[in-house]
Nanobody, 123 residues
Framework: VQLQASGGGLVQAGGSLRLSCVASGRTISNYAMGWFRQAPGKEREIVAGIGRLGIMLFYADSVRGRFTISRDNTKNTVYLQMNNLKPEDTAVYCC?????????????????WGQGTLVTVSS
């Protein structure tokens, strides 16, 4: 499946952004989906994941309560609503699809990746 992420930008601390990941080629209803991010000089980390049915959810401790992952299989799209953004959220955000039903935090488990979208949070 091909993935296209969008919605990044520059925002002040405390602001909000909504990232979208649109899939093409195959329906994402057969995939678990994840959002990952990588800040300069840091390793890639999972931000949030959602199972194939949208029931199982995962959030990194650093974003729990501020970010919400959701999916609309009819639109072949996954979203990441990011509220109360902090400067430490600054990173390139990528979406990924995995041919499994559950949520996993391991980037190696995901099969397809989209290009990143840059989120910059100013203090």
């Amino acid at each position: 499946v091909q993935l296209q992420a969008s919605g990044g930008g520059l925002v002040q601390a405390g602001g909000s952004l909504r990232l979208s990941c649109v899939a093409s080629g195959r329906t994402i209803s057969n995939y678990a989906m994840g959002w990952f991010r990588q800040a300069p000089g840091k390793e890639r980390e999972i931000v949030a994941g959602i199972g194939r049915l949208g029931i199982m959810l995962f959030y990194a401790d650093s974003v729990r309560g501020r970010f919400t992952i959701s999916r609309d299989n009819t639109k072949n799209t996954v979203y990441l609503q990011m509220n109360n953004l902090k400067p430490e959220d600054t990173a390139v955000y990528c979406c990924a699809a995995g041919r499994f039903s559950y949520v996993t935090t391991s980037a190696n488990a995901y099969d397809d990746w989209g290009q990143g979208t840059l989120v910059t949070v100013s203090s």
